[in-house]
């Protein structure tokens, strides 16, 4: 393009002489100037063109590197599956206890409720394995408009013979969640650490089916409400159970959890209202100790607590006579002495009232009191792998009744665990 525009300046010089010759001194001024102005316009030409190519090089790359800079950004969860993205997680886990003295599950985990009394017979010296306790879990998160939704499906073997069950399978919705997950009442947040799966008296582990809202009225503080259903088999379910959870931090190393519960026991010709409170704490004493503890009393419920009697008693035309009424705790302190070795001792105790109406319509063994200690020690030489020992003594009381004398039965064993997680 530029050579045509010189073509044309050549051209018009050799115009503007002969034309000169012809007409005199004033036509060549007059040429002269019309020459500079065509030499003008070419450059003025010549500068919108860099002007456009620059223009067109910016928003190439305006359009280019941002989709550069998407490719190299991490995907979050990873596997992306129907526009949601998803995270696979788990682990291998193999259990086994030497059984000094305890009950008679041929699975290797807690049984104090039930452990032989005295003068039964007696399920000594005897050793126990499963990899049940293995699980496999996917989390979802997906982009719908400005909400944070979400999910959880997580199973293990734990189921009857081994079957698959459900631990959690829950969606959330921002502060909504819709499934099953752990109890808003029975959390086992305050749980000190053990090798034994199904924890030790004064837990709880429960996971119900629920609806619940949680209002955050500050990083530190929040509160969450639920429906839940207990699935408790004694009790024909009419209304779901009502719990409520405020959790605090309280210092920047210590925080609460206080719970609530109400709901109805129900026969097919008599009500009754159950209830029950929870206080649970952790205090990072040091940075490498902590101290875990957690209490409940509760009424007329057996289904939310590990180790408890039925929660109502029932004469021969189904009405409610009597509720039991107990106290637990749990409590222990861990000791982290390096990355790869941490320890804990821990305590745990039930009692429940001496409830006269209550004892003498119940039948069965009705526990008195229960109480369990224990002392382990984890090592993990890499992330992934972690190695567990643990001794465990218990006691188990009965309640003393006409014909029926107080007797008690003992737990203890030597539990271990390896876990490969992913």
Request: glycine share 8%; proline share 4%; no cysteine.
């Given at each position: 393009?530029?050579?045509?525009?010189?073509?044309?300046?050549?051209?018009?010089?050799?115009?503007?002489?002969?034309?000169?010759?012809?007409?005199?001194?004033?036509?060549?001024?007059?040429?002269?100037?019309?020459?500079?102005?065509?030499?003008?316009?070419?450059?003025q030409y010549g500068e919108q063109q860099r002007l456009?190519?620059?223009?067109?090089?910016?928003?190439?790359?305006?359009?280019?590197?941002?989709?550069t800079e998407a490719q190299k950004k991490p995907s979050g969860l990873g596997l992306t599956v129907g526009g949601a993205e998803v995270k696979l997680y788990g682990n291998v886990r193999a259990d086994a206890s030497y059984q000094v003295q305890g009950g008679p599950d041929a699975r290797p985990y807690n049984q104090i409720a039930n452990v032989p009394l005295e003068g039964e017979r007696a399920y000594k010296d005897r050793f126990k394995s499963t990899l049940a306790a293995t699980r496999l879990g996917l989390d979802f998160k997906a982009p719908v408009n400005d909400a944070n939704v979400a999910g959880k499906i997580e199973v293990d073997f734990l189921g009857s013979g081994d079957a698959l069950r459900i631990r959690?399978?829950?969606?959330?919705?921002?502060?909504?969640?819709?499934?099953?997950?752990?109890?808003?009442?029975?959390?086992?947040?305050?749980?000190?650490?053990?090798v034994d799966a199904m924890t030790y008296t004064g837990g709880a582990i429960k996971r119900t089916p629920q609806i619940r809202h949680t209002t955050k009225f500050s990083p530190d503080t929040n509160v969450v409400v639920a429906l839940e259903d207990p699935k408790d088999s004694s009790s024909n379910l009419r209304l779901p159970a009502l719990t409520a959870r405020l959790n605090h931090k309280v210092l920047d190393n210590m925080q609460v959890g206080v719970r609530g519960m109400v709901n109805e026991k129900r026969t097919d010709a008599d009500t009754s209202t159950a209830w029950g409170v929870g206080?649970?704490?952790?205090?990072?004493?040091?940075?490498?100790?902590?101290?875990?503890?957690?209490?409940?009393?509760?009424?007329g419920d057996g289904s939310f607590i590990l180790s408890t009697n039925a929660g109502f008693a029932?004469?021969?035309?189904?009405?409610?006579?009597?509720?039991?009424?107990?106290?637990?705790?749990i409590l222990g302190i861990t000791q982290k002495f390096n990355e790869q070795w941490r320890g804990t001792l821990g305590y745990?105790?039930?009692?429940?009232?001496?409830?006269?109406?209550?004892?003498?319509?119940?039948?069965?063994?009705?526990?008195?009191?229960?109480?369990?200690?224990?002392?382990?020690?984890?090592?993990s030489p890499s992330k992934p792998v972690s190695f567990g020992v643990e001794y465990t003594m218990g006691e188990r009381e009965t309640f003393s009744r006409p014909g029926q004398p107080s007797r008690t039965g003992e737990d203890q064993r030597v539990n271990m665990v390896a876990v490969y997680s992913f």
């Amino acid at each position: 393009m530029r050579a045509k525009f010189q073509l044309l300046l050549l051209s018009a010089a050799i115009a503007a002489s002969s034309m000169a010759q012809a007409n005199g001194v004033s036509e060549v001024e007059q040429l002269r100037q019309e020459v500079q102005e065509l030499r003008q316009l070419v450059q003025q030409y010549g500068e919108q063109q860099r002007l456009t190519q620059h223009q067109v090089q910016t928003v190439q790359n305006q359009v280019v590197m941002p989709k550069t800079e998407a490719q190299k950004k991490p995907s979050g969860l990873g596997l992306t599956v129907g526009g949601a993205e998803v995270k696979l997680y788990g682990n291998v886990r193999a259990d086994a206890s030497y059984q000094v003295q305890g009950g008679p599950d041929a699975r290797p985990y807690n049984q104090i409720a039930n452990v032989p009394l005295e003068g039964e017979r007696a399920y000594k010296d005897r050793f126990k394995s499963t990899l049940a306790a293995t699980r496999l879990g996917l989390d979802f998160k997906a982009p719908v408009n400005d909400a944070n939704v979400a999910g959880k499906i997580e199973v293990d073997f734990l189921g009857s013979g081994d079957a698959l069950r459900i631990r959690h399978a829950y969606l959330t919705y921002n502060d909504w969640l819709v499934g099953q997950t752990w109890s808003n009442f029975a959390v086992p947040d305050y749980i000190p650490d053990t090798v034994d799966a199904m924890t030790y008296t004064g837990g709880a582990i429960k996971r119900t089916p629920q609806i619940r809202h949680t209002t955050k009225f500050s990083p530190d503080t929040n509160v969450v409400v639920a429906l839940e259903d207990p699935k408790d088999s004694s009790s024909n379910l009419r209304l779901p159970a009502l719990t409520a959870r405020l959790n605090h931090k309280v210092l920047d190393n210590m925080q609460v959890g206080v719970r609530g519960m109400v709901n109805e026991k129900r026969t097919d010709a008599d009500t009754s209202t159950a209830w029950g409170v929870g206080v649970g704490t952790k205090i990072d004493v040091t940075p490498n100790t902590t101290l875990k503890a957690d209490y409940y009393h509760v009424k007329g419920d057996g289904s939310f607590i590990l180790s408890t009697n039925a929660g109502f008693a029932q004469d021969a035309d189904q009405n409610i006579v009597a509720e039991n009424e107990f106290d637990s705790i749990i409590l222990g302190i861990t000791q982290k002495f390096n990355e790869q070795w941490r320890g804990t001792l821990g305590y745990g105790y039930m009692q429940a009232d001496n409830n006269d109406n209550y004892l003498q319509t119940a039948t069965g063994n009705l526990n008195k009191e229960l109480w369990q200690t224990w002392a382990n020690v984890f090592y993990s030489p890499s992330k992934p792998v972690s190695f567990g020992v643990e001794y465990t003594m218990g006691e188990r009381e009965t309640f003393s009744r006409p014909g029926q004398p107080s007797r008690t039965g003992e737990d203890q064993r030597v539990n271990m665990v390896a876990v490969y997680s992913f």
